[in-house]
């Protein structure tokens, strides 16, 4: 086996903790988000940007596919963001069920209370 | 003469008809594979979860202590592991296997970490009453809207599946990465960088479990009084 494949790794420590470091701010504004009063699909969109950003910084350094040859990256990433697009086909009839919904006359089914000890 | 013999005396120019197109290993497009096929359960599982949540009134019963804050020091946890693991691949590419070792230590360290914490959030979920079918009593009262719709039984279902399925990919990461720890002299750097990528992609699933499970399930209000 080549040593230029075996060894090839770029990136310094430096760069990993200013990635991390990154991270781990996303991650407190995620959290401070949590307790902000607002409409829950503005809230999930700004989460759901927030975790692609994150994503992208591990994918593109951690597991280092920005330093990897550019016929990897188109042959893994837009085939994975085609599937998972594919995923939500059938999603907008989540909303058409819940209008269809049984309306419960009682109360439903909860987790039966703990035996009595003797 | 071997297929990688050739391969090094015959560079593969783009997609030229080499053994490396990509100018990376079987092994590593093969993890690369799987961590794709993994990508898309986990997103399967993410998209089933919205849709049910989307199509009934669901509950936010995660008060800030314990579960906000146990699952903020989890991520911080998976963040540091990541972190730790990279300086053992960088370790590794350098020759310093001795190093390489004590960085994938300390990411398994990290691992452990989570799976403990992981655990005793689930406990305290599960003495509250949270079933995979049902809901504690007092959450079905809190919940249930004024026009008497109840909240889904199905929160335990997807909670326990998705947080479970990640917990056993921390747990065979961390069985795997003491493997790699065991017989890091003997292995090549490549097969210390593909179990990183394993690693990271446990990560990087986190990401997005934390934000949609825990962070959208905030009890905000203490409507259950915690």
Known sequence: ?118 | MSTEARAERFPAVDWDGGAFPYRIGHRKLGMWLFIVSDSLTFSALLVGYAYLRASNNWPTPFPFYPSIVFSSVMTFCLLSSSLTMVFGVSASSRGDKAGARKWILATILFGLAFIVLHLIEWNHLMHEGLRPFYLPEHWVKVFTLADGTPPSPLFGATFFAITGLHMFHVATGAIYLAIVAARVKKLKHEDIEISGLYWHFVDLVWMFVFPLIYIMSVDMHGALGH
């Open chain 1, 1 to 118: 086996m080549s040593e230029h494949v075996e060894e090839h790794f770029a990136g310094s420590n430096k760069l990993f903790v200013s990635i991390w470091l990154w991270l781990v701010g996303l991650t407190l504004i995620e959290i401070f988000l949590a307790y902000k009063t607002m409409p829950i699909h503005f809230m999930l969109t700004i989460l759901l940007g927030l975790s692609l950003i994150k994503a992208a910084l591990i994918v593109a350094y951690f597991m280092h596919l920005k330093f990897e040859r550019f016929s990897l990256i188109i042959t893994i990433i837009p085939m994975l963001v085609i599937c998972i697009c594919l995923l939500f086909v059938w999603f907008p009839d989540s909303f058409r069920s819940s209008e269809l919904r049984y309306k419960f006359k009682e109360s439903p089914p909860v987790a039966p209370a703990p035996a009595e000890e003797p």
